[in-house]
């Protein structure tokens, strides 16, 4: 049996695009039928049922939840701010805070508005001060109900999906380009940090808790060799630390948001900047199990990710961690794995002080779609009628008692 800290948060976390619905005024509600992927449509209807989602939570003994702001609702146009939708958001935290769920709130989320996108989205040098002047709104708008905050989600997925590999829009394969838009979002970051202090001083609430969400993946090299171990080093520096490295240097987090999903092993092909990057092992060694996308199923990777944050000196918050099955004795069986993994790095000293599973609801998965599940709540996309899984029902049992069995 093991025990989580008292004050521990328990949850799930969400997305605005992935399950409010008609979202139309954000790049990607274009792009999706530009590009002929599966539409997101109404998706949840979360924007209009975000109360019964909420009682189901609360039913399910959650005390967090996390959730974003669509930047594409808050200024349909550049520069017009829509007071309906900040008035939606608030009522939206005031609905978490009446069922004593403790809302972590994100800023950006891999979308932007559709006039964003059309000047240039993130490679637009003036990119930061917009980001700013929306953040400045809801921050000023929002603070009363907030104390965690998520600037930025994942920009290490965000600007390799969408300027590396091609997949996001704007289906950029440029080094160059990724470059502009990672060193426009490190200085979104810093700035916002900066800026969501600066209001919770001027309103005189106690200091809030500011970090962005960082994807990490457990970078296991494949053999023994020197190159693997050295470009699975190399790799976790890069994708896991870049922007932890900057931050810190800058002073500004206030704590680490972590997403973890799964292992990549690295098996170094020859020596190019894009082999020591991307290169992974095709062989099948080592088999683990996967989830509907493929990715390996890997929870000793999460103690070992946490360890290395330590150094940081640190809280750490899980802001994501979850499997799309269909199976779901998988989804039970991957939760409590990983929640022994985050009790082992406990143990040894890591002050880890939540636990948000991705995600609340089944939900519409980027350009992959509706297909992959990964919600604690199973969503019927006809009748957008809500069922409560198995696996929610064993982890509301850990939310209540703070216990693993
Ligand atoms: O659905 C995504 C989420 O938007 C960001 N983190 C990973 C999840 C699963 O792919």
């Known amino acids: 049996m093991i025990r989580f800290p008292k004050d521990f948060l328990w949850g799930a976390a969400t997305a605005a695009y992935q399950v409010e619905g008609d979202n139309c005024h954000s790049d990607w509600w274009h792009w999706e039928k530009?590009?002929?992927?599966?539409?997101?449509?109404?998706?949840?209807?979360?924007?209009?049922?975000?109360?019964?989602?909420?009682?189901?939570?609360?039913g399910l003994h959650h005390n967090a939840h996390r959730l974003s702001i669509e930047w594409s609702r808050v200024e349909p146009e550049e520069g017009q701010f829509s007071a309906e939708a900040l008035q939606h958001y608030l009522d939206v935290l005031k609905a978490l805070r009446a069922r004593q769920i403790e809302p972590v709130v994100t800023l950006h989320h891999f979308t932007n508005p559709a006039w964003l996108a059309a000047k240039g989205a993130w490679e637009e040098g003036k990119s930061v001060d917009l980001f700013l002047r929306f953040a400045d709104h809801v921050v000023r708008a929002l603070a009363g109900q907030v104390r965690y905050w998520i600037t930025i989600n994942e920009p290490t997925i965000y600007v390799s999906h969408a300027y590396l590999f091609g997949v996001w829009p704007p289906q950029a394969k440029s080094?160059?380009?990724?470059?502009?838009v990672e060193r426009h979002m490190v200085a979104a970051h810093i700035k916002a940090y900066r800026l969501i202090h600066k209001i919770y001083g001027e309103q005189r609430l106690p200091a809030p808790a500011v970090s962005f969400s960082q994807h990490m993946m457990a970078l296991v090299p494949c053999d023994k060799t020197l190159k693997n171990r050295f470009a699975a080093w190399l790799r976790h520096k890069w994708f896991n630390e870049g922007y932890l490295d900057t931050f810190v240097r800058h002073k500004a987090l206030d704590f680490i948001g972590v997403n973890y999903y799964s292992r990549q092993r690295v098996d170094l092909k020859k020596w190019g900047l894009r082999n020591l990057f991307a290169d992974v092992c095709e062989k099948n060694h080592d088999p683990v199990a996967a989830n509907s996308l493929g990715w390996d199923i890997y929870p000793e990777g999460l103690t070992q990710v946490l360890l290395k944050l330590k150094k940081y000196k640190l809280p750490v918050m899980i802001t994501e961690n979850g499997i799309c099955t269909l199976e779901d004795a998988q989804r039970w069986e991957f939760i409590a794995a990983h929640l022994k993994a985050i009790h082992r790095a406990i143990e040894q000293g890591v002050l880890v002080t939540g636990y948000l599973y991705w995600s609340l609801l089944d939900n519409f998965e980027w350009d992959k779609g509706f297909g992959p599940r990964f919600g604690l709540i199973e969503m019927d996309y006809k009748t957008h009628q809500r069922t409560v899984r198995e696996s929610a029902k064993k982890f509301s049992r850990v939310c209540a008692t703070g216990v693993v069995p």
Do not use: I, V
């Open 34 to 58: 530009k590009a002929g992927k599966e539409s997101s449509g109404p998706a949840c209807r979360h924007y209009d049922f975000y109360k019964m989602d909420f009682d189901l939570a609360k």
């Open 175 to 180: 080094f160059m380009r990724a470059r502009r």
